[in-house]
C-alpha cells in the first residue's frame, strides 16, 4: 500500500511539476519531458523525404496496435479520429434508426454523447434519459429504461461529472439482451482503469487525459461482427483501398479495417505523443494503476466525507476510478484558489473534481486538504 502511494512514475519524468500537487488529469494530464524528444524526431523525420514519411505511419500503426492491446481488441478495430466526440458522432449515425426507436444515456453523460443523439429528434427517434438519484446512475434504474425499441446504449465508463465507474459486463449484457448497441466513452477510464474493450460495440476516447498524450488524436473503435459494415460519414483518399487513378476514378473500395474511418492523414505529431506515452505506461501493471489510483481516492472521498463535504463519487472501489467529485456552489472559483496555492483541480458544473493517476502521491492528497481546509471559512 505504502508504495503505492508513493506514486508508480516519478513526478521527476514530467513538466511542471515542481512544488505542485498536480490532481488535474481528469482536465489535462501533464507533459512528460521524453515528450520533447518525441517531438524534435518527428521533426526531423518530416524533414527526411518519404523515408521519413515511412518511419511516422510505421510509429502510427504501432500506436494502434497498443491502443488495441489495452482495449484487447485487434488492431484493425481501431481509427484515429480527431477527437472523441468525432466517434460519438460516427457511433450514433451508424445506426439504423427508425421512428419509434429510441437511445437510452443518463442525465449526468457526458454531453458529446447527448447533442448526436438529440438531432435524431426530427427522425422520429427518443433521446431517452435516465434519471439518476443524487447524481448516482443505479443499473436498476438503467434497465428499466432499455426495451425492445432500444437501438443505442451510451455510457461512460468513468463518469466525468461524478467520477462513478460502471460494470461494464452489466450494461453490455442488457444491452446484447435488448437486441441494443453499447457505445462507450471510455476517457475517464483508458490508462487509468482497464477497460474491456471486446464488450463494447463502439468504444471511444480522448487521449490527453489519463493517457498522457495530447490533443489531435481521439480514439475510435468498433466491433463489425455486431454493428455490421460500418460506412464512414467522411470520406477520403485514407478510407480507401485503392485508388482507380485516370481509368477510373470514381472507384472507391473502401478499406477493409477501421482505418475507412480515416479520411485523410491522422495526426502524426500527436500520435508520436500517444505513442510515446504509451511506451511510458507499458511496463507498469494495469491493475496496479487502477490499485493506486483506488488508493488515493479513497483517501480523498473519506477526507471530503469527514470534512461535511457533499461527495459526488461512490465510496466503494468497484464504483469509481481516478476521479473524485464534491459539490462546491463556487467550483470555478474555489479551483482558481487552489490553484494559487499550487494545488491544481478542476471546478466547473458546481463541482470540484479531483483527479488522482500513477505520478500522484500521499503527499498530494495531503496538499489537497491543507490547501482545502485553508479557504474553507
Known amino acids: 500500500m505504502e508504495t503505492r502511494r508513493r506514486g508508480l512514475l516519478a513526478k521527476e519524468l514530467f513538466v511542471g511539476l515542481e512544488d505542485v500537487a498536480h490532481l488535474c488529469t481528469g482536465g489535462e494530464a501533464p507533459w512528460l519531458r521524453s515528450h520533447d524528444e518525441v517531438c524534435r524526431r518527428f521533426g526531423r523525420l518530416k524533414s527526411g523525404g518519404m523515408a521519413g514519411r515511412d518511419e511516422m505511419f510505421r510509429v502510427y500503426r504501432r500506436a494502434k496496435e497498443r491502443v488495441a492491446g489495452m482495449l484487447g481488441i485487434a488492431p484493425e478495430r481501431v481509427a484515429f479520429l480527431a477527437h472523441a466526440s468525432e466517434g460519438l458522432n460516427l457511433a450514433v449515425a451508424g445506426v439504423d434508426w427508425r421512428q419509434g426507436d429510441n437511445a437510452v444515456f443518463a442525465d449526468v453523460e457526458y454531453p458529446s454523447a447527448v447533442y448526436p443523439v438529440a438531432r435524431l429528434i426530427e427522425r422520429g427517434v427518443e433521446p431517452r434519459v435516465v434519471r439518476t438519484r443524487d447524481h448516482y446512475l443505479s443499473m436498476e434504474d438503467l434497465v428499466a429504461a432499455v426495451d425492445a425499441r432500444t437501438r443505442l446504449v451510451l455510457v461512460s465508463h468513468v463518469s466525468y461529472l461524478t467520477g462513478q465507474?460502471?460494470?461494464?459486463?452489466?450494461?453490455?449484457?442488457?444491452?446484447r439482451s435488448r437486441g441494443a448497441l453499447l457505445a462507450v466513452d471510455a476517457t475517464h477510464a483508458l490508462g487509468v482503469a482497464p477497460?474491456?474493450?471486446?464488450?463494447?460495440?463502439f468504444v471511444v476516447s480522448s487521449c490527453y487525459k489519463w493517457l498522457l498524450a495530447t490533443h489531435g488524436v481521439g480514439i475510435f473503435a468498433y466491433?463489425?461482427?455486431?454493428?455490421?459494415?460500418l460506412q464512414p460519414n467522411v470520406i477520403g483518399w485514407h478510407s480507401i483501398a485503392g485508388r482507380g487513378g485516370v481509368a477510373d476514378p470514381l472507384a472507391m473500395p473502401l478499406q477493409a479495417d477501421a482505418a475507412r474511418f480515416e479520411a485523410?492523414?491522422?495526426?502524426?505529431?500527436?500520435?508520436?505523443?500517444?505513442d510515446n506515452a504509451l511506451a511510458t505506461l507499458a511496463p507498469i501493471d494495469r491493475s496496479a494503476v487502477l490499485d493506486h489510483a483506488l488508493d488515493l481516492t479513497g483517501e480523498l472521498v473519506g477526507?471530503?466525507?469527514?470534512?461535511g463535504r457533499t461527495v459526488l463519487t461512490p465510496a466503494s472501489r468497484d464504483e469509481r476510478a481516478g476521479n473524485v467529485a464534491f459539490l462546491a456552489a463556487d467550483a470555478p472559483e474555489l479551483a482558481a484558489r487552489l490553484s494559487a496555492r499550487k494545488v491544481e483541480v478542476w471546478g466547473s458544473e458546481r463541482r470540484i473534481r479531483v483527479s488522482a493517476h500513477l505520478y500522484n502521491d500521499a503527499d498530494d492528497v495531503a496538499r489537497f486538504f491543507d490547501a482545502l481546509d485553508a479557504e474553507t471559512p
Open 264 to 274: 485523410g492523414n491522422p495526426s502524426l505529431l500527436g500520435l508520436f505523443v500517444l
Open 223 to 229: 466491433a463489425p461482427e455486431r454493428v455490421g459494415d
Open 195 to 201: 477497460v474491456p474493450g471486446d464488450l463494447c460495440d
Open 303 to 307: 477526507g471530503l466525507r469527514a470534512r
Open 165 to 175: 465507474r460502471v460494470d461494464l459486463a452489466k450494461v453490455a449484457e442488457l444491452a
